[in-house]
């Protein structure tokens, strides 16, 4: 079998990502016919069909399917070795290459850009996608290079650099609780309109340490409310639709406001732990390594930041 060129991969994966010829063409700044040329050449080195035409788009047949993961895992092997060389022939200087990241979407929009844009203008080589979703991205379906995980970690392949922990914080408006009074303690949260996030179970959302710092889960009726996104709880709980339980920095300005009161603040519930993840089957090249160390010296005195008094 006849070995595909690197220009021939590289244009089935700009023909996926762009959904058609014309344009892949427009993106690599060349002629539609050469890119068909380069696909035909690939289909042939390979002797399968990876792309099934159309007069509007293109759609991946089941060979294809295989062969993009495995095309951009390439590709980004080539641009990261490319890009240490580069490094190492010129001592050091810009980072290179492309680099994708995924975040939680409250903290991405809220500080990440803040805290990492200062670092991508030091380093104008270095081509940087971020994705927001506060779903638990697959890091490897995706090509990320690596994530911002807020919460606890489930089980994986992947490796975690654990950063430090956020406060969350159990709050309502003022006439929610003028309305029905603030719970004691947390066994008092059964009487109480709860808010809930979609993306994580009671289990785990209204988790507190007992009196021997053991963890233990309070008793909660069903949610009134629930939501997929932080900033869309905070907002429920600030039209007095019941008790949330939220990281303090999406809530640290309501509460600041006063548009939010804390409650249970003798009984905090368990913290967030804040990790940078990354796959394990993969050499971590210089941009990530250098990347994932400049966010955690920028966010670690972020985490010191006391929240302000309920």
Known sequence: MARPTLDAIDAFVHIVEAGSLTGAARQMGVAKSVISDRLASLEAALGVTVLRRTTR?????????????????????????????????????????????????????????????PFLSRHEHLQCQIELSDSVTDLVAGHFDFAIRIGRLNDSTLLARRLGDIPRVVCASPGYLERHGAPQTPEALRDHAILGYSQVGASRLWTFHDAAGRPYVAPTPAPRISANNGEVIRDAAIQGLGLAVLPGFIVAAALASGDLAQVLTDHPPVPDGLHLVYPADRQVPRKSRETMTYLAEAIRPWLRTPMPPS
Do not use: N
Request: hydrophobic residues 50%; proline residues 2%.
């Open 57 to 117: 788009r293109v759609a991946l047949t089941e060979a294809g399917e295989r062969f993009y993961t495995e095309a951009v895992r390439v590709l980004q092997q080539v641009d990261e070795a490319a890009a240490e060389v580069a490094a190492g022939a010129s001592g050091g200087g810009s980072l290179r290459g492309r680099l994708r990241i995924a975040a939680p979407v409250s903290f991405g929009a809220v500080h990440l850009g803040r805290m990492l844009m």
